[in-house]
């Protein structure tokens, strides 16, 4: 079936550095796929969308690379800052109703 | 604008009772989604609606569980008879229209339901 899920529970990085968090999907379909942060008693807040036909598509501070062959995406932060600690989820949409959501990979910023 | 509203923020049950979690979606958005988030996992479809119309309830349990979005008025997610198993935060989020790239779900702050 569908499925959705992430190499590494957490992730610490320093402080200006830069972030890369990883994703692995199951199944070949092509469709898009989401990148959400998720602050703590907040609900998930979109950062970057990139469709299957894409391999790259940037934002501010934020890069979304999506590898068809390997069925892995992945999320690069730039520079990171205190604020982007968060858990960040990768989501994927199957045809145009809903998507389906990974487990999430906590991001802490060390000073 | 205000964003997606969802209340109550917190809601305490006991087994057996009922649970009714409210959601006004964004001004000018017609669909609204469900999710369910256990602590420390992803969000799980639950359903989907639009006004007066359930287009997919896939990801709700067959029983005790019911959603609606009538003409005026929140979309409410009813559970009834919660069980413990049911404590967990529930989102929803609102789309103009169908989510395909460029409609991105926008999500409320979720309400955090605990049953003692």
């Known amino acids: 079936g569908e499925s959705v899920g992430l190499h590494l529970p957490t992730l610490s990085v320093q402080e200006g550095d830069n972030s890369i968090i990883n994703c692995a999907y199951s199944?070949?379909?092509?469709?898009?796929f989401i990148w959400y942060k998720q602050e703590s008693g907040k609900g998930p807040q979109f950062i970057i969308d990139i469709r299957s036909n894409m391999d790259k598509r940037q934002g501010q501070r934020v890069t979304v690379l999506l590898n068809k062959t390997v069925k892995h995406l992945s999320l690069q932060i730039a520079a990171t800052q205190p604020g982007d600690s968060a858990v960040y989820f990768c989501a994927r949409g199957f045809g145009n109703e809903k998507l389906t959501f990974g487990t999430g990979t906590r991001l802490t910023i060390i000073p | 604008n205000a964003g997606v509203m969802q209340n109550p923020r917190h809601l305490v049950r006991r087994r057996g009772q009922e649970a009714r979690l409210r959601c006004s979606p964004m001004?000018?958005?017609?669909?609204v989604y469900w999710y369910r988030q256990l602590p420390e996992e992803g969000l799980k479809f639950m359903v989907y609606l639009q006004k007066e119309n359930i287009i997919d309830e896939s990801g709700m349990p067959k029983e005790r569980f019911s959603a609606e979005f009538p003409k005026e008025g929140p979309s409410i997610l009813r559970i009834q008879q919660v069980v413990r198993g049911d404590s967990a935060a529930y989102f929803c989020?609102?789309?103009?229209?169908?989510?395909?790239?460029?409609?991105?779900?926008?999500f409320g702050s979720g309400t955090q339901l605990s049953v003692l």
């Open positions: 001004k000018g958005h017609s669909h």
């Open positions: 989020a609102s789309s103009p229209g169908v989510v395909a790239t460029n409609e991105k779900l926008f």
């Open positions: 199944n070949s379909a092509s469709d898009y």
